[in-house]
């Protein structure tokens, strides 16, 4: 085995490097679609940042390239690592340092799972908006590394509005310490958004500040079916304009989508509908009594559909 393996295994620890040709290995070097697999030297889990920093310093020293892994839930080859290189898993970094509640923020750790960082928001009486399909197992490092959207961008905007700082540790293996959870900042160059969306290429985020929102006090959730696309538009258009933009979410899911479940999940259409159209519109979230007056859109849904949701509270009859 090479040197550089026996210096991460003195840095981390014997039990926390993984043989990127042993057994242990394959959660990290395969991913879901089975489109890419890693060759690396080895896997190693840091359980801290001066951890990562010393791996990274190793890594540079030896002339290895790293690649960061959060939950490997990207698809599209990101935290692939080639022949030699050493991968850096980040799922020992998963404290919440601190939920400040009155101060709108929480400091959280790189290997965050992200429903966990949703779910200590909800602890506290906030709201942690970033919110995907892959959130039971993407990390939050991972979803800022890729500046992920998620169903609340139209109100929240994308992963890189909710950063007030960063703890990164950069390529020669400085830490950067931009954790700064001061709302109105704004001095200087804002050097964090560098790193958000770099996917890893300038260093491994392993901490972040980030905004958290009072809990909507009201929401609601409509499902509308429409045979022209052109009519959604419209319809985002006028509910934002209407709602004070307090739309918070708004999916369009395409009848071959809606085809697939209906294919492979009992009752997805509802009784008796075979037929939903071109485009069916889903998620449709606001707050506060403005959900309550929207029933004037509700024309703008010309078919029915039931989806069976338990989630869904209103589902818009055909007109
Ligand atoms: C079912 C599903 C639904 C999804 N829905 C959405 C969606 O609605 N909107 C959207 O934008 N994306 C979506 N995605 C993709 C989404 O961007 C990723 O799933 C998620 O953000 C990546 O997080 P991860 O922890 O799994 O990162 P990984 O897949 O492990 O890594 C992704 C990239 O980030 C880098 N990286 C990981 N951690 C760090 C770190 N700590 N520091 C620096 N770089 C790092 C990696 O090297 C890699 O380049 C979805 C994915 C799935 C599977």
Redesign the pocket.
């Known amino acids: 085995m090479p040197r550089l393996y026996d210096r991460l295994a003195a840095i981390v620890g014997d039990r926390h490097v993984i043989a990127g040709q042993s057994a242990d290995a394959e959660p990290y070097v395969s991913e ?1 679609r089975g489109d890419y697999r890693s060759t690396p030297l080895a896997i190693v889990l840091p359980g801290s940042t001066d951890e990562v920093s010393q791996v990274v310093r190793a890594c540079a020293d030896a002339g290895t390239a790293v ?9 599209c080859g ?2 692939v690592a080639g022949a030699g290189d050493v991968m850096v898993a ?1 799922k020992r970094l998963d404290r919440i340092r601190e939920v400040d509640a009155m101060n709108g923020t929480m400091t959280v750790e ?1 290997g965050c799972i992200l429903a966990d960082v949703q779910a200590a928001a909800r602890t506290a009486g906030r709201l942690f908006p970033v919110s ?3 959130e039971g ?3 939050i ?11 609340n961008v139209l109100r929240y905007g994308n992963s890189r509005q909710q950063v007030l700082g960063l703890e990164v540790v950069l390529g020669d293996g400085r830490v950067w310490h931009g954790l700064n959870p001061l709302y109105k900042n704004n001095t200087g160059y804002d050097l964090k958004q560098l ?1 958000i969306g770099a ?2 290429t300038l ?4 901490a972040a500040s980030v905004e958290i929102y009072p809990y909507p006090v009201r929401s609601r959730t409509i499902l509308l079916g429409f045979s022209r696309l052109g009519a959604c538009l419209e319809l985002l258009s006028l509910a934002r304009e209407e709602s004070g933009d307090q739309l918070s979410s708004f999916e369009l899911i395409p009848d071959i989508a809606m085809r697939a479940a209906a294919e492979h999940v009992e009752g997805a259409l509802g009784d008796g509908v075979a037929d939903v159209g071109e485009v069916v519109l889903s998620l449709f979230d606001g707050f506060e009594e403005v959900v309550l007056g929207l029933g004037g859109f509700f024309g703008f849904g010309d078919r029915f559909v039931d989806p069976g949701l338990d989630e869904v509270d209103e589902v818009v009859p055909q007109v």
């Open positions: 879901a690649v960061p892994q959060g939950g490997n839930t990207g698809l990101g935290a980040m790189a995907l399909g892959a197992s993407c990390m490092g991972g979803n800022l590394a890729t500046n992920a959207g998620g169903i790193f996917e890893g260093g491994i985020i392993t």
